[in-house]
């Protein structure tokens, strides 16, 4: 069987915003797997903001794409082709399968997911690494006591969503910053958040002081830029910044914007933390079946942005993210044949 | 008898650099002390980095002083009158007790220092702020391990010149950043650093490449600035950024710079983290037993920089501070008569 696979590979690096014409797209016969191997049709590709730090050459948690390359990407696909023992053909698998419509794969880095307990786009969402970046940062780095209150930046992405709601499942008041007042609505509404700024329309430092009158005893920080600093002008004693992105200055054309009043961290004797969420890789398991108890529940609610469309779509679908028009978890759903 | 007391007080709230008409000098007659106070002559004032943030508006871990205040400053003088059970009449005592010859106090916040042990000016120095500042800030914040790596910014500081000694004294590799050829060599053939990177000479990034080949485990910052940002692009995997000070940035006459590359704590799984020194309090006598021990033993060398003069001075020498010119612990003693 010679199939046809569709990439996008990486063509230059971006500054600034990236563009379509930073990946090239290219048709080529798809390989077959070797021994030890198997191949995946891919179906669902997870759109991150930190695709875009992997464009940049330079010192990271992980290694750049090079030019050239097949961009990086999560996914989700079933095997269809199979010389691996632990993957048969039929199999719905996760991996770091690129922006592809066909990947080989050994095996690292890849697990079955069961799409009776939930859809595959849940499994790149809530169940996914978003889900497991918002328990292990908020939990874990954040260390979020009940009655404390507890802001999220990008409140309405992926990661944001499910942090500011494993906030309120642990008892605290969680308050979420997001960009437009239907955005705002729907944290409030349909996830249970305290409250909701919305950054673009309102002032954010007025707000925090109405919402967080005690201060903020865990910031969740997906975002950076000018939303960091309001809220380290809001922090109370002791208080923990959990840096788990900076969406706002990743397509920064100059030097990205560092927090110009972080000194207020000594002020507050507060702490501000980095981490991977590939360092907790022995707990994923453990993290994800608590979550997917929640979502059984219905303490936790999941919210997927799944655009239809081919391996070609990728440059402008992932463009949504930094444009701020999806709500959710952003997946790109390949369709066609096999 | 009456006394007349010399006074600096706040006049203005600088921008940028300090100048000596920010305060206003003026000699009144000295108050007598009430029931439960005493009042003490002044004989040594302590010059620290932080007092350029006091003269600002607005919220910090003290509150400002005022306008028409008398300059803040910690100090040493001998007790000449006491209506204060505790302190008696030739008592040396450490206090807050202002940029003043004469101060009233009712014992908050002062103590009796043992002049036999060391000589006054050591108490404001290794014994005193300086000296707890470092030993907490580099052993409860930082927390570094014997054969770990410590960077020390501000290292010919008074601060800083005991947080290197301490992580040399603690089984530390220690690397000092200081501006000028001279410290540096007093932090390694004095002080006994490892290493000293002078920042107005040199390539901070290739010196720490070449001093710390395997990043760095600590970071005691008393500076903040590009010193800031140079060594968080050469941290270690979960590094250790406290958070002492950060002079290079308290007389910006526009925003302070924050770190641009702040996200590097993400890469390397660090934090950063702030302290205030008064929070360890009941801690102090602890801890300057410990830094006393080092002092007779000769692990660690303490070296003060006294200014002898007059009141009126006090501005000038402040200065001494933000021009790099002094090395060790700046100290005003009061010359004159009662």
């Not at 010389?83 to 719905?92: I, L």
């Not at 328990?135 to 954040?142: A, H, M, Q, R, T």
């Not at 239907?182 to 305290?194: I, P, R, S, T, Y």
């Not at 200055?249 to 501000?272: D, I, K, W």
Request: a negative charge.
């Amino acid at each position: 069987m010679t199939l046809t696979n569709a990439q996008c590979r990486l063509a230059s690096r971006p500054t600034g915003l990236p563009e379509a014409s930073d990946w090239s797209y290219l048709e080529e016969p798809a390989p077959e797997p070797g021994d030890g191997e198997f191949r995946v049709q891919v179906e669902y590709i997870s759109l991150d903001p930190a695709m875009r730090s992997w464009m940049n050459a330079g010192r990271s948690y992980v290694p750049p794409v090079e030019i050239g390359e097949v961009m990086r990407a999560a996914g989700i696909g079933r095997v269809i082709d199979s010389r691996h023992s632990d993957f048969d053909v039929g199999d719905e698998v996760y991996g770091v399968f690129g922006v592809q419509r066909y990947a080989i794969s050994d095996g690292s880095g890849a697990r079955r997911v069961d799409t009776s307990l939930a859809p595959a786009q849940v499994h790149l969402g809530a169940l996914g690494i978003s889900g497991l970046t918002a328990y292990f940062g908020l939990l874990e780095v954040g260390r979020p006591e009940p009655g404390q209150t507890v802001v999220v930046s990008g409140a309405a992405g992926s990661v944001g969503s499910i942090a500011g709601q494993i906030a309120r499942i642990k008892g605290c008041r969680a308050i979420g910053i997001a960009g437009g007042a239907q955005k705002c609505a729907w944290l409030v509404d349909e996830l249970g958040f305290d409250a909701a700024i919305d950054y673009k329309a309102e002032d954010v430092r007025a707000q925090l002081r109405e919402h967080a009158p005690d201060g903020v005893d865990v910031f969740f920080d997906n975002v950076g830029g000018e939303v960091l600093e309001h809220v380290l002008a809001r922090l109370a004693r002791g208080a923990r910044v959990v840096l788990s992105g900076a969406i706002s200055q990743y397509n920064a054309t100059g030097a990205p914007r560092g927090p110009a009043n972080y000194m207020q961290l000594l002020v507050a004797r507060a702490s501000m933390t980095g981490f991977v969420i590939f360092d907790y890789a022995d707990r994923y398991a453990e993290a994800a079946a608590q979550l997917a108890g929640w979502l059984r529940s219905g303490e936790l609610r999941s919210r997927e942005d799944v655009v239809r469309g081919d391996v070609e779509q990728f440059p402008e679908v992932l463009l949504r993210l930094f444009s701020g028009q999806n709500t959710g978890k952003l997946v790109l759903a390949l369709e066609g044949e096999r």
